[in-house]
């Protein structure tokens, strides 16, 4: 309906305002994305996602991890479990809301989800070591800016059921190979160990006693951070806090001998498959429940978000959340929108921006119409990829439709050639023109594509 007519329908609204609700009346919540084909932004290029979730799939299989899905709504108890949950995620990002007498929250996160999802079906009974990841949309109520989002999607690996080294040492194995054969570099591994939890108590005591008398020099949420989550202030990017920090008790004096024992053989175990790394005693992690080893994975160039991956060992999650004992779990979450800004970044994106095909069927005429949808049918069986124009444009223009697509081959069919059997074949990149039978064609095409 244009415009004047909806003029005419809705009497009451004068015209200059009927745009609003004709045209876009709706846009998407900022600091959300809609994934689409051909977008022009990487991160929101249905394309480029397949890609990246193809290349993901892979690796885990190849790992030996199972894919997980948990609902992406939660109880809100679950993210928020308690007193002395202090995280920024908890005191301030969730999308969280009361329904009935229960509240539900947009999960934040992955890793209590699994924990669950682990301790709801029982799936310690299992054999073995359990090895699961994940791909999913997350939601925090952060301010949008680029590479911080309020709808983004996480990655991640989940390995439940050991306290091995090895265990830590794999999922850093399992990311480092996944940049690598997504071409990227310039990513900095980082890495530090948090200890035991009463190292961790000891640490937290001795900072805030350091910080105490600069209370006054610090920002407000440090000051507030200073009494509820102490160690996040160590992740502090403003300059003069920075300066402060710089005599601050480091946690590697306060660590306990078996952290240091498995922190001494994770370093060993990445060093000899050749994975460089950098330690970092002011790396901890933003969530409560980490212990033990922790890294966080870093790339230049994407701006202020620069981390793409972080993760370590939360043996404490499972008690939180209603398991009798701690189990020892390691992990690590990845974001999907950062892992893309660094492929842009990085002119990684271009080939895998659009679909090729292997053929696109060029008909024009009521008997060619008919003949093509039987001709795209058998090919489609036979694993081609192929595309059909469904209007009735003139053969030129479907030609240029064949071209944007990237075909490899044009198969054109007119109502001549249904009469003559044969349909005419164009190799898309050197121009040449060939008549083949159709009962020949799918052969040829096949041939031509290995
Ligand atoms: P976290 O659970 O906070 O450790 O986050 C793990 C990873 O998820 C980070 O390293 C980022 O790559 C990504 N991430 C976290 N929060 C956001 C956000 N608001 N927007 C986009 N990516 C995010």
Redo the contacts with the bound molecule.
């Keep these: 309906m244009d415009r004047r007519a909806v003029a005419e329908r809705y009497r009451l609204f004068p015209i200059f305002l009927i745009p609003i609700f004709v045209k876009n009346s709706f846009q998407n919540i900022e600091?959300t994305f809609d994934i689409y084909p051909g977008a022009q932004r990487a991160t929101e290029c249905t394309e480029i996602w397949s890609y990246l979730e193809g290349i993901i799939d892979e690796m885990m299989a190849n790992y030996g991890y199972s894919e997980i899905r948990t609902p992406t709504l939660e109880h809100t108890g679950l993210i928020a479990r308690g007193v002395g949950q202090t995280t920024d995620?908890v005191s301030k990002?969730m999308f969280a809301f009361e329904r009935g007498n229960h509240s539900y929250v947009l999960r934040?996160?992955m890793?209590a989800p699994i924990m669950r999802a682990y301790l709801q079906h029982h799936l310690d009974q299992n054999p073995g070591v359990q090895r699961y990841y994940y791909i999913g949309p997350?939601f925090?109520a952060?301010r949008?800016q680029k590479?911080?989002?309020?709808q983004?999607?996480?990655f991640?690996a989940e390995v439940i059921g050991t306290d091995d080294p090895r265990a830590d040492a794999e999922v850093i194995a399992l990311m480092t190979d996944l940049y690598q054969v997504l071409g990227i570099g310039d990513t900095t591994l980082k890495i530090n160990t948090l200890g035991n939890a009463e190292a961790r108590a000891t640490y937290r005591d001795a900072l805030v006693g350091y910080l105490t008398p600069f209370a006054e020099q610090l920002t407000q949420i440090s000051r507030d951070r200073l009494s509820q989550n102490p160690l996040r202030i160590l992740d502090t990017k403003v300059e003069a806090e920075r300066v402060i920090l710089e005599n601050a008790p480091l946690i590697t004096e306060y660590i306990d001998e078996e952290s240091a024992i498995n922190y001494e053989s994770i370093k060993r175990l990445i060093s000899s498959v050749g994975i460089p790394f950098v330690e970092d005693p002011m790396l901890v992690?933003?969530?409560d429940y980490y212990s033990h080893f922790t890294f966080?994975?870093e790339v230049k160039g994407i701006g202020a978000?620069n981390?793409?991956?972080?993760?370590g060992r939360y043996d404490s999650l499972a008690p939180e959340i209603g398991a009798k004992a701690a189990i020892p779990a390691i992990g690590?979450?990845?974001?999907?929108?950062?892992?893309i800004l660094a492929m842009e970044n990085q002119d990684l994106c271009k080939e895998h921006g659009s679909v090729k095909y292997d053929v696109w069927i060029i008909a024009v005429g009521d008997m060619a119409h008919e003949k093509a949808f039987q001709v795209a049918s058998q090919m489609r069986k036979s694993h081609l990829r192929v595309g059909m124009e469904l209007g009735h444009r003139s053969m030129k223009a479907q030609l240029r439709l064949a071209n944007r697509a990237n075909s490899t081959f044009a198969i054109i069919i007119g109502d001549q050639e249904v009469k003559a059997d044969r349909a005419t074949v164009k190799d898309m990149e050197t121009g040449q023109e060939q008549e083949v039978f159709f009962s020949d064609l799918v052969e040829r095409i096949t041939k031509s594509s290995t």
Aim: hydrophobic fraction near 30%; charged fraction near 25%.
């Design positions: 600091g995620i990002e934040p996160e890793t997350c925090r952060e949008p590479g911080r989002y309020r983004f999607h996480q991640g992690r933003g969530l966080e994975f978000q981390a793409l991956a972080g993760g690590f979450a990845a974001g999907v929108e950062r892992l």
